[in-house]
């Protein structure tokens, strides 16, 4: 086969994976067309494609080879008018695709970052046979079959560059450790654009601290060549901007660079301390060796404590093994100064006043070798830097908009600046002011309800109110209070500011700021002046603005409120099939689904979002969620698992393939099948697969497990097991099992009894959890803890207990047989009685399934869980929701309000919990729903909603795709028909 198509491809080999056909018997104009739909597209939305177009849900476009070619309205889709559905074809490429992927997976390269780069299909040499028939008659057989190459590609870059003045790119090179577009590691520059002047804002809430940085060395490195060692160096990244670098120091896994570094970080940036291989390093995920993520704010505690930390290299987001330590070391190199430096004046001499000319100009700072805080802020004399005001003379004065900075001790003759209202936070906004701009009392706030109407949260007392609070010694204002506004260019500024400043609230507001907060620095960039009058005033030089409000108190009354910074973690893997991540204009992160043509704030790797009317526990356990599968230790690992077992024989095949492998390869993408039945496991023949297997083994018959005392619902273990010589295995597979559905995000068909859930996370049982194990038994405890038993009951410390016909004592304590139970130590033999009867008597059985759980699942991780979370994130929500079920619905080829849509709502509200159960089991493969309802469901790529799609024939029956969580519901001509079909397919 000619092979210059692939070679005309700029692909990287260790990215792209390969599969070839030759002398495939179809037709060379229908395979040709396949392969021109198919090119391009993501790996798992081409298997979703084929198989829609096998169901004849979708069509093939035949654009090249359209002769004879029939008409269909599906063909829509893609800007034509005529297509067809090559089965045939569509067999030998899914074939072909399959064997491209098992490739990949060798590379260790994700089925969920493969795209298919290019398709290649040639006419081979034809085939002539002949066919013998009777009485010497020969028909003469010609065949046309086909070659087919597939190059798979793995995405090197899943997220869009974003304009250059939004952010700075960073990237590899070969003269450079790492070059920027407007940053370098030896010497860089932060150039003024609208994402840069957005980042300057925070610095009123969160002003920059001086760190330096020492690296001291690395030890125990991992050895990624057999032969050879690693060139390490260390790279270190303060917010993904500025960025410093070690020397290379050749071959060794324990490199001394001792070398420091000082720059500049705020309280909520994020400074990270890589490690690379220097000699793979310009390889995409080849030379990293490990990290370090350090808090800014954890980094000025270790400064105070002038302590040498020594910590692991973990992990980042492509699973390559890591090992080694890194010891390094933080210092506050100067004290932070009484008054916060200011920028230097001088650059702002030569701008143009007007504002559109202002807000393009561009400045640069660069860091020099003098510490933070050593520039002294400039001089003002009341003689040269306030003269006072004459209107007659053409004077600079402040407009609405931008504020002239130009005065400087250059310039000495210069009128003062007048304060004008920032564009930026103007008084009447402020949510630490009143409707009229008056500052509210510490710790109040400004808020408005749902209608509109503003309210008052006094953070003091934790409460609310309408009324306006007033601030002691001083009577609420009035409408008629005169406060600081926008004045025109025309107005006098000198007048209007003598106003307010004989004002009782504005002269309250001058001696609150200058009062409350002199012992307090400014935040970097901000200066204090005065007007000619003497009232205060503040200078934003990062905003060339100007304000009555002291950003001191915004900032000291409001502690808990950040700057809002997008972040996004790089722990989740990556994104499903179809989606993007793109930043706006002023750099917040948003994804685009290409599937539905939508875009979304929210990450389609985490769970929705909760409603702000949900209840408290929802939000702890979201939060909780999202933080466990964050984890490096839950995220897939390369390869596949693939298990395969008989429908009727699903636990016996369902154990030996579970036992078959290792606790690594379980922790490999889940890929599970029947016995006999095609299908493509994308989840919803694994959620089956968890929905029959939690049927059979927490069966009671099979003696491993019991039903409860207290309902015929929950689950205990069975203390008998032993009946089964081999109960500990099976117990083991259990725990397994249990660890799969956690880890894969699947749910299980089965509740346990509480203490259960309590012994998992290694929790004390209460005599509170015995009721649910034997309820009688928990009674008599409650009424011995409650009375008097002295001379009415004759217990000892033991038990008697029935095994297999035989009464055994169980001695409760050494020599509890001959031990009597009194008024005194009753209390000691309760708690005796409840740890047998919950924990000792099926410690073995419970050992071996922790062991199995914890192959899957680290100890450290699930305990972040309370039993009630750790109960949903096993078994999800059993009970059904038609109003939420309902509202997160889509539909395909019919309306929400079509006759037939109508019908199925109203038949399946009409259904027991039951039936619904069983529908909801035979469209998504499971009968649970997740916490936070329906628009939760998960499908073979991310969350997808249930789907309803009109298909199939009206004398036929509806089909499920439980990976797409879609059910194919024919156009039935009345209710009856529906009901009668509908039941007759899910049972």
């Known amino acids: 086969m000619v092979r210059y198509a692939a070679a005309a491809l700029a692909t990287n080999p260790e990215k792209t994976s390969k599969a070839r056909g030759e002398y495939l018997r179809t037709h060379f104009k229908n395979m040709r067309e396949v392969a021109a739909a198919l090119t391009g597209m993501k790996l798992l939305k081409a298997y979703t494609y084929l198989s829609d177009v096998k169901d004849h849900n979708r069509v093939i476009p035949f654009r090249r080879f359209s002769g004879g070619v029939g008409r269909s309205g599906q063909a829509k889709e893609f800007k034509t008018t005529q297509g067809r559905w090559p089965e045939k074809s569509i067999k030998f490429i899914t074939r072909l695709l399959k064997n491209a992927e098992s490739n990949a997976e060798t590379k260790n390269i994700n089925a969920e970052d493969l795209t298919i780069k290019n398709i290649v299909v040639q006419q081979a040499p034809k085939t002539r046979r002949r066919t013998y028939r009777a009485h010497g008659r020969i028909n003469p057989y010609q065949g046309h079959p086909c070659h087919v190459e597939i190059i798979l590609s793995a995405s090197e870059t899943e997220v869009e560059k974003a304009s250059e003045n939004a952010v700075n790119v960073m990237r590899f090179t070969e003269n450079s450790i790492f070059e920027c577009t407007a940053l370098s590691v030896r010497e860089w520059t932060v150039v003024s654009c609208p994402s840069a002047a957005r980042a300057l804002l925070t610095a009123s809430s969160d002003p920059e601290h ?65 490690v690379f291989d220097h000699k793979k390093f310009r390889k995409r995920d080849q030379g990293f060796l490990g990290v370090i993520n350090i808090p800014t704010s954890e980094a000025i505690q270790l400064a105070h404590q002038n302590a040498v930390v020594t910590r692991d290299l973990t992990m980042s987001s492509n699973n390559l093994p890591v090992f080694g330590k890194l010891t390094f070391s933080f210092v506050l190199p100067h004290p932070t100064p009484a008054t916060a430096p200011v920028v230097d004046h001088t650059q702002f001499q030569n701008q143009n006043l007007s504002p559109s000319h202002s807000q393009n100009n561009s400045y640069s700072m660069r860091p020099t070798t003098s510490p933070c805080g050593q520039h002294p802020p400039p001089q003002h004399s009341p003689e040269t830097a306030f003269p006072q005001p004459s209107l007659s003379t053409p004077a600079l004065r402040p407009s609405t908009s931008h504020a002239n900075l130009a005065a400087t001790a250059n310039r000495p003759t210069m009128e003062s600046q007048r304060p004008a209202s920032s564009t930026t936070t103007p008084p009447s906004t402020r949510m630490t002011d009143d409707e009229n701009g008056v500052p509210l009392p510490p710790g109040w706030e400004r808020r408005f309800d749902p209608q509109g109407r503003t309210y008052f949260v006094d953070h003091n007392t934790r409460s609310t109110t309408w009324h306006r609070p007033a601030i002691p010694g001083q009577p609420a204002p009035t409408v008629g209070t005169v406060r600081p506004v926008s004045q025109p260019a025309a107005a006098a500024p000198g007048r209007a500011a003598t106003v307010a400043a004989n004002t009782p609230a504005a002269a309250n507001s001058t001696a609150h700021n200058t009062g409350t907060y002199s012992d307090i620095p400014l935040p970097l960039g901000w200066e204090e002046r005065r007007t000619p009058e003497g009232r ?86 979201r939060r909780k969620v999202v933080y466990f599968r964050s984890q490096p230790k839950m995220r897939l690992l390369p390869g596949k698992c693939e298990l395969k077992v008989r429908r009727n024989n699903v636990l016996e095949d369902s154990y030996a393939a579970v036992m078959a492998h290792t606790g690594e390869d379980l922790k490999k993408r889940l890929m599970v099948s029947f016995d006999n039945e095609d299908g493509l496991d994308y989840g919803g023949v694994s959620r089956e697969w968890f929905f029959l297997l939690s049927h059979e083994i927490f069966n009671p018959s099979y003696g491993l497990f019991e039903y409860s005392t207290h309902d015929n619902y929950t689950l205990q273990i069975n203390h008998a097991s032993g009946i089964n010589p081999d109960h500990l295995s099976y117990f083991k597979f259990i725990g397994r099992t249990v660890g799969l559905a956690i880890f894969h995000r699947r749910f299980l068909d089965a509740y346990f009894v509480p203490s259960l859930y309590k012994m998992i996370l290694s929790k004390h049982v209460s005599i509170a959890d015995l009721e649910a194990v034997d309820a009688d038994l928990h009674r008599s405890l409650v009424w011995m803890l409650d009375n008097d038993i002295t001379d009415v009951l004759e217990e000892t410390f033991s038990l008697t207990e029935e095994h297999f016909g035989e009464l055994v004592t169980i001695e409760l304590k050494p020599g509890g047989q001959h031990i009597d ?13 409840v740890e047998y009867r919950i924990s000792k008597r099926v410690k073995e059985q419970f050992g071996a399934f922790t062991e199995g759980l914890l192959e899957l699942i680290p100890k450290d991780l699930i305990t972040v869980f309370d039993e009630r979370e750790l109960e949903l994130l096993i078994g999800g929500m059993s009970e059904i929701d038609m109003d939420d079920w309902t509202k997160f619905t889509d539909y395909r080829g019919y309306e929400k309000t079509d006759q037939v849509i109508e019908w199925f709502w109203q038949c399946i509200r009409s259904w027991p919990a039951e039936r619904k159960a069983r529908l909801l089991q035979f469209t998504t493969g499971t009968s649970r729903v997740p916490v936070n309802g329906f628009k939760d469901l998960q499908g073979s790529d991310g969350p997808r909603r249930f789907t309803i799609e009109k298909s199939g024939d009206p004398s036929g029956l509806p089909r499920s795709h439980t990976c797409f969580n879609r059910l194919d519901l024919p156009p039935y001509p009345d209710y009856e028909s529906l009901e009668s079909k509908l039941l007759f397919a899910i049972e």
């Open 536 to 621: 205060p005033y503040f200078v934003d030089h990062h905003t060339r603005t100007t304000t009555w409000t002291d950003p001191r108190r915004t900032t000291n009354q409001l502690p808990h409120v950040q700057p809002v910074r997008p972040q996004v973690s790089n722990n989740l893997g990556p994104l499903p099939s179809g989606w993007e991540m793109r930043l706006t204009s002023t750099g917040r992160v948003y994804f685009v689904d290409h599937n539905t043509r939508t875009t979304s704030w929210d990450d389609p790797r985490l769970p929705t979002n909760v409603d702000d009317n949900a209840p408290q526990y929802k939000r702890d356990y």
């Open 821 to 833: 139970v009194t008024e005194e130590n009753k209390k000691e033999y309760v708690d005796a009685v």
């Open 210 to 274: 001086t760190l330096k940085l020492t690296l001291t060395g690395a030890t125990g490195l991992a050895k990624r060549e057999l032969l050879g060692l690693p060139d390490p160096f260390a790279s270190v990244l303060v917010d993904g901007e500025q960025v410093y670098s070690t020397s290379v120091l050749r071959r060794t896994l324990s490199p001394p660079w001792n070398e420091a570094f000082e720059f500049k970080a705020r309280a909520s940036s994020m400074i990270a301390i890589q």
